[in-house]
């Protein structure tokens, strides 16, 4: 054995040694303290104190992770009350009838024009999946919008999943995405998605990319925002991903991925909306699904000049994980279908 060796060895004690007695009180940062295997951040007070007094702390104080530490969204990626109401949410409840003419009527209010559509088996069960395009010249973009869940037999399948948390990498994105939204991303992207945006972008190679959906379609609009920037489509600065009642979609390493590749991304919650908590996790481990920033939440009916808070933390027990999932009501149910204070079910007859 060399001197090299034995210096190594010494070295690699020696720091591991230092780390494990590190006291909590000398971390001053949340991303320092959550950093040490032995340590949690609480956010009321400001300090780092050892895990021993997690159960003493009021959950919704607790940081055990250094992706659940607050991070403020980018000044020019502000959120914007107007484009989720009359963009995101207008043109994702366009989707429902997955009828040309009528979504038109719906884009007409956002001097939107369609240029196409993909209507694909997605499932085992050849459930179908459903995306539109649209162009919006006026503001040089290009949106891509998802379709909800549609049918009792794809709502089982993607029960399923939700209970046996399966998840499986791929191309198109870092870390593991829960295996219903990756198979039905990929069979929608693949089926026409991905090459009729890489010919509009040539074609208008100043336009933005826009992508929402809501429940079901804001999975698959969060995954396209992802894949848009990995497959080098559009930049990361050219991509504006705004979703409504979006389920936990991957891992923390697909959450922290998609922050770094898509950060104008913002998750809009209503309320006591149960299904943002599926699949269920526990608030104080990563080993499970993970949503990614930043959580909008409406904890009101959504009206016009209603307030909003902007969650700055992860997928901890902060802001619309706040509410109790044992507590809630079947009027608090339909929470999932009313955004922006109209029922997605019923928005093209009540406002196209």
Not at 250 to 267: C, L, M, W
Request: glycine share 4%; aromatic share 12%.
């Amino acid at each position: 054995m060399t001197l090299n060796y034995f210096i190594y060895i010494f070295s690699m004690l020696f720091i591991t040694v230092t780390s494990i007695s590190i006291p909590c009180a000398s971390l001053y940062k949340c991303q320092t303290c959550t950093n040490h295997g032995g340590c949690f951040y609480n956010i009321n007070e400001a300090k780092c104190k050892p895990k021993s007094e997690i159960s003493a702390t009021n959950i919704s104080f607790v940081i055990n992770t250094p992706y659940d530490c607050p991070v403020a969204p980018l000044k020019k990626f502000a959120y914007s009350d107007d484009f989720a109401r009359n963009r995101a949410w207008l043109f994702s409840a366009a989707s429902n009838p997955n009828d040309s003419t009528v979504i038109q009527k719906c884009l007409n209010k956002a001097d939107a024009t369609f240029h196409s559509k993909f209507l694909v088996p997605c499932d085992k069960k050849n459930a179908t999946c459903f995306a539109y395009i649209a162009l919006v010249p006026k503001e040089n973009a290009m949106a891509l919008t998802f379709r909800g869940s549609k049918g009792e037999a794809q709502m089982k399948l993607e029960y399923l999943n939700f209970v046996n948390h399966k998840t499986r990498t791929s191309k198109y994105v870092d870390g593991k995405v829960l295996t219903y939204f990756i198979d039905a991303f990929e069979a929608v992207w693949e089926g026409g998605v991905e090459d009729t945006l890489r010919g509009l972008k040539k074609k208008h190679p100043n336009y933005e990319l826009w992508t929402f959906g809501h429940s079901l379609g804001a999975s698959l609009a969060s995954i396209a925002a992802f894949a848009a920037v990995k497959t080098e489509i559009f930049k990361s600065d050219e991509v504006k991903s705004v979703t409504m009642g979006q389920i936990r979609t991957g891992t923390i390493e697909f959450a922290q991925g998609h922050d770094k590749y898509v950060p104008n991304s913002y998750r809009v919650v209503h309320a006591a909306d149960a299904m943002v908590q599926i699949p269920l996790k526990d608030p104080l481990t990563i080993d499970d699904v993970y949503h990614h920033r930043f959580e909008v939440w409406y904890n009101n009916n959504m009206t016009i000049g209603d307030s909003y808070v902007i969650n700055e933390r992860g997928d901890d027990f902060s802001g619309a994980n706040t509410v109790n999932i044992k507590n809630i009501t079947q009027a608090d149910m339909t929470a999932h279908l009313i955004y922006f204070n109209s029922n997605i079910e019923t928005y093209v007859a009540d406002h196209c």
